[in-house]
């Protein structure tokens, strides 16, 4: 059986986890990053400024463990985003189209009845490690 490898991702560049887990774990060529607030990683406090600035900072988190990680927002596959109110859907997705520009990773949305520290979104992701090639769809 061969081995496989699992490394854990932390930096100073994000909020710390407010529990007993990690900001990301990254096993072979897989990287599960930890759902993010829209927290401010020096104060830990949620960013003012309601559901656009929350989503916002809420991506910049996750560049950081990206970049942490030795990867980038290119190299997420997929997202799972929570909201406290499924309203928010679309000024979600104008911030979230800042972040993903092109070849966006297939996503989930869930509103939930609540998030912790009474956030209005958390985003987690996976994604993958290495370089990728894009194939475009005609060639599949």
């Known amino acids: 059986m061969s081995q496989i490898f699992r490394k854990i991702i932390r930096t100073s ?19 599960y990053l930890s759902g993010c607030l829209g927290m401010d990683p020096a104060s830990g406090a949620l960013v003012s400024g309601g559901i656009e600035a929350e989503a916002r900072q809420a991506l910049k988190n996750i560049g950081s463990i990206l970049e942490e990680a030795g990867v980038s927002y290119n190299n997420v ?12 859907f679309s000024v979600l997705n104008n911030v979230y189209q800042e972040f993903f520009k092109s070849n966006c990773p297939a996503r989930s949305t ?22 990728i090639t894009d194939i475009p769809p005609a060639q599949l």
Request: hydrophobic share 45%; charged share 15%; proline share 6%.
């Open 13 to 31: 560049k994000a909020p710390a986890a407010i529990g007993p887990y990690n900001q990301a774990v990254q096993v072979g060529n897989t990287l």
């Open 77 to 88: 596959v997929k997202t799972t985003v929570l909201l406290a109110d499924i309203q928010d």
């Open 110 to 131: 869930y509103q939930v009845a609540n998030l912790p520290r009474g956030g209005r979104v958390e985003i987690e992701a996976i994604a993958v490690v290495g370089e």
